[in-house]
């Protein structure tokens, strides 16, 4: 049985964030509770921000684009010129904005993270951040993947899986990232008349079948779930026409999702052995409607969530917790949310994930009271920890397991970090204090001692941070 001040402690650093001065001594008295108060229909917080939208932020790229094609008549000269006018390129002071927008969307979501009174809340808006990765890997979807959280994600983190699939998966960010606005149906209408005019532009239209593949591998069935490539090619028929608004559309939909049934692949699918007649728009969300209420697609991601929160290698018994009540509340995140923090299988004393660099950044921030102040410094540090900001290597999203994150090298990369972030915000408080408001009963004997015999009080912070108890959760 473990006594109230240890899952206290539990409740605030694995499935929260990390201790903030008061953290634990709030959650002590009902630590299930604690965590079960911070679920509610509307979702995940909004980082605080300018508020632009996705479809504004893909008019400032479009912006950009015609910018670029103006500024190279000939195609020659364009790094001509002195230092001073250089600066003043339009090409360059726009990617610059493009940039900064990025970079303000991502400093705005670490300082939510950091001072949040909800860590679970935001954790869980995290995992799915992370499960439907769409990647500032390239200029085109940089600008939209902090409006695609607050748009397509956090709003949904707490209700049905099926809303947060079909918001997900037809967001301008993830068809940008995807290139499923590329996508055109080979016997489509728009195919047809871009064949004619293939003569003079040179582009052959044709099938895209990232997203088609990317939904079944790694958001819903898993690539263990049962498809073959015949399934993937019909699925990603289905979902031609699925498309962002161009600069012909009308005001209010350039830059939004819209479907162009001119782009859609007439005729009737089969996606995993179930057929789907011709219907346009409602064919590909009646298979992503069936994708959703899989068992294998509750199996793969129940199996994610429960690695996420306590083990690289998970508990089955705890799998299959959250699998029945995924099936009994088809497919409502809230009630998954609920059953995780009630098993307890979940409440394991023993610490078995280790931080990712972004977790460890923002637990010591909440250690020490304070938050990230400038994108520069934030984007360097993650960098240098090999998790730069927005950016997963892969639509996988950012790797889950210690091995990723636990080399020397990186150890010895947070060691300096940890060293130079106490020098600037400890050496005026008490390192004992600090560590048992981070840490509560999670704190080591060995671990207190090594912190009151330290010869100062940064070096004590520092010890603190790169304990083995916070390193993990």
């Not at 339009?90 to 990617?95: E, I, N, T, Y």
Request: net charge positive; hydrophobic share 40%.
């Amino acid at each position: 049985m473990i006594d109230r001040d240890m899952k206290a402690a539990i409740a605030v650093t694995r499935f929260g964030l990390g201790g903030r001065t008061g953290e634990i001594d709030q959650a002590r008295s009902d630590p299930e509770g604690f965590l079960r108060a911070q679920i509610r229909p509307q979702g995940a917080d909004l980082p605080a921000g300018e508020g632009e939208t996705s479809a504004q932020r893909i008019a400032e790229l479009r912006a950009f684009r015609q910018t670029r094609r103006d500024a190279r008549p000939d195609g020659a000269g364009r790094n001509a010129g002195t230092p001073d006018t250089q600066d003043r390129d339009p090409v360059k002071m726009a990617r610059r904005l493009l940039r900064d927008d990025t970079g303000a969307d991502f400093l705005a979501r670490a300082r939510l993270a950091a001072g949040a009174e909800a860590g679970f809340r935001e954790r869980w808006a995290l995992f799915w951040a992370n499960h439907f990765t769409v990647s500032a890997t390239k200029l085109a979807t940089a600008t939209v993947v902090g409006p695609f959280e607050t748009e397509a994600i956090r709003p949904h983190v707490f209700g049905r899986f099926e809303d947060l699939l079909v918001a997900a998966e037809t967001h301008p960010a993830m068809l940008l990232y995807l290139d499923q606005a590329q996508s055109v149906g080979p016997d489509s209408r728009a195919a047809q008349f871009l064949r004619r005019r293939q003569a003079q532009n040179g582009r052959q239209p044709g099938l895209n079948e990232n997203l088609a593949r990317e939904i079944l591998e790694l958001h819903t069935v898993g690539v263990d779930g049962g498809y073959a490539q015949a399934d993937v090619t019909e699925f990603a028929r289905a979902l031609t026409g699925i498309s962002i608004g161009g600069l012909r559309t009308d005001a209010e939909a350039a830059g939004t999702a819209m479907f162009r049934e001119a782009a859609h692949e007439p005729g009737a699918r089969t996606v995993m052995g179930v057929r789907y007649p011709d219907g346009g728009r409602e064919q590909a969300t009646a298979i992503l409607a069936d994708l959703a209420g899989k068992p294998q697609t509750a199996r793969f991601v129940c199996t994610k969530i429960a690695r996420h929160f306590t083990a690289d290698q998970p508990d089955p018994a705890l799998v299959a917790r959250l699998e029945r009540s995924w099936t009994a509340g088809g497919g409502r995140l809230d009630r998954v949310a609920e059953t995780l923090i009630s098993a307890p299988e979940a409440w394991d004393p023993q610490p078995a994930k280790f931080k990712t660099p972004y977790e460890f950044l923002v637990s010591s921030w909440r250690a020490a009271g304070g938050g990230p102040r400038d994108i520069g410094a934030l984007a360097g540090v993650l960098n240098g920890m090999g998790q730069k900001a927005f950016s997963a290597p892969s639509p996988k999203g950012w790797p889950d397991e210690a091995q990723n994150w636990a080399a020397p090298d990186a150890i010895v990369k947070r060691m300096t970090w940890a060293q130079a972030f106490a020098a600037a915000a400890a050496s005026d408080r008490d390192p004992r204090r600090l560590a048992d408001q981070a840490l509560g009963a999670r704190l080591r004997p060995a671990t207190a001692t090594a912190i009151a015999r330290a010869e100062s009080r940064p070096e004590a912070f520092a010890l603190l941070l790169m304990s083995p108890e916070f390193q993990r959760r």
